[in-house]
């Protein structure tokens, strides 16, 4: 079978997501912690993953791939398509005031790099630390079968708090964004 259109749909741009989240959240950090006391500093994500399922280290981030919506009126030789993806955090302290901020802090960080992040990048291998690469490496988007268009937030969820075991409480704030993309 000779197959229409070379499109990988959501996989790899998920897998470039998450490389460019690993990547840049240390300098996202920075600026985020320049403004809170030095004894409460973020730290960056101890685990990130592409599924929810229980978390075993924390903080954690999870990106999943919601839904891929397609342009029925775009070109032909194109899939014009909205590929909406969330990003949930999972966040524990033991204060539910400084629960409140490290949510409000860590949704801050990970807005920062999504918005900050040259659509270029996603055409360049990088570096992801994932065990569904177990070569540590993405290859990158291939610029002549795919088009990155935008990247947009569309809402920040700041999540419910919940008890955990042990006294400490957690939380789960969660960023929604689309990726516009075109694939031949």
């Known amino acids: 079978m000779t197959p ?3 499109a990988q749909f959501a996989k790899p741009v998920v897998n470039q997501l998450i490389a460019i989240l690993q990547r840049d959240q240390q300098a996202a950090l920075d600026i985020v912690n320049a403004a809170r006391p030095s004894d409460r500093a973020l730290k960056p994500f101890a685990a990130f993953y592409k599924e929810a399922a229980p978390i075993q280290n924390w903080p954690a981030l999870v990106l999943v791939a919601q839904e891929n919506t ?3 009126s775009s070109d ?3 899939r014009t398509q909205s ?3 969330f990003c949930a955090l ?3 302290a033991s204060d539910p005031e400084w629960l409140a901020e490290d949510a409000m802090d860590y949704l801050r960080l990970v807005d920062m790099v999504l918005t900050s992040v040259p659509l270029a990048n996603f055409y360049q291998p990088l570096a992801i630390n994932h065990r569904t690469l177990p070569g540590g490496a993405t290859s990158g988007l291939d610029a002549t079968t795919c088009k990155i268009l935008d990247l ?3 809402r920040h969820d700041l999540g419910a708090v919940v008890g955990r075991r042990g006294g400490t409480l957690a939380r789960g704030p969660q ?3 689309v990726v516009e993309l075109e694939e031949r």
């Open 70 to 72: 397609f342009d029925p």
């Open 4 to 6: 229409r259109y070379q």
């Open 83 to 85: 590929l909406r993806c």
């Open 76 to 78: 032909p030789e194109l």
């Open 175 to 177: 960023i929604e964004f």
């Open 152 to 154: 947009r937030i569309l």
């Open 90 to 92: 999972a966040v524990t």
